[in-house]
Structure formats: C-alpha cells, structure tokens
C-alpha cells in the first residue's frame, strides 16, 4: 500500500501501552499468516481521523508518537516512535469492536470510554528522536514550540 507524503499524524499514547503493543505485534507476528498484523489505540479525536481518511484515500500515514509518561522525559519534546497509520473504527459502547488480540494487554483494564480506536502497523521506537518543534499542524504557518507536548491526536505538514 502507498503511502501519503501530504501530511502526517502526531500523537501521543503513554509508554507502557506504546511497550505493550510492541509485544502485541511481535505475538501477532508468530501467529497469523493471513491477517493484517496491526494494533489499536483508542481516541476521542474522531474529528482527526475523519478527516486523516479523508485526505489519504487508499493510502497509509505516517504517524510520530510521543512516547508520554516516559521515566527520562527530555527537556524539549521529541517522537520517538513510529508506525503506519491504516484507519480508525467507531467504538462500540467505547469499546474496540474488532478482535481484543489487537488491543495492547496494558489497555484492556481502561475503562470503556472511547469514540473510536485508530489501527496502525509497524509500529517501532525511532532510532533517533524528532524535535516535535520541527512540525507544524497542517494548514499553519509556524512550528509548534519547543516544549509543546501533543495530548490529542493531530494533523501534521510532512514531506
């Protein structure tokens, strides 16, 4: 699948479920030969990811993730994970309605309360962070500052 270069996504998902989807993606990986190995994060950003599938058609996106609640937070925020973005699904109940095996194991004491869950594939730690002060949001004519720390899903300018 093709992916888009007109923009990306920026977003922030708390370490321990950024840690844990890894190693859901590693399971899956073992165990499926026919399936999209993918994992989903849950989101009431719905506005974002409307209009993420809006713009990319049939294509994948980038999307940087700030690791949050990490133990060596840097002065300056920075990604320093990455992944693929495939699509979202409304919720149901605030629930994730595809499989549970997609679903972080550290996410699944969350309490219900969801719009909807974005999916993504090949979800990796960078080997080298970016400066988040090195993006702006999509539409805008300035960087985002130094110390800005993403708390919902975003539109970002990428080339």
Known sequence: MAKTTSFAILASVPEMHLLSALETMEKLDSELSDEI????????????????????????????????????????????????????????????????KFLPPSTTADKPRWAVFWEIQELKKLKAPI????????GKKTNFVSRFIPEEPMLIEYY
């Open 37 to 100: 190995i993918k994992v989903a994060f849950g989101s009431m950003a719905f506005e974002v990811f409307r209009k993420a599938d809006e713009l990319r058609g049939e294509k994948t996106v980038e999307v940087l993730i700030y690791a949050a609640d990490c133990v060596d937070q840097p002065l300056n925020s920075e990604v320093s994970w990455g992944g693929l973005y495939i699509g979202h699904a409304n919720s149901r109940n605030g629930r994730y309605a595809g499989k549970s």
């Open 131 to 138: 400066a988040i002060a090195s993006f702006k949001p999509l």
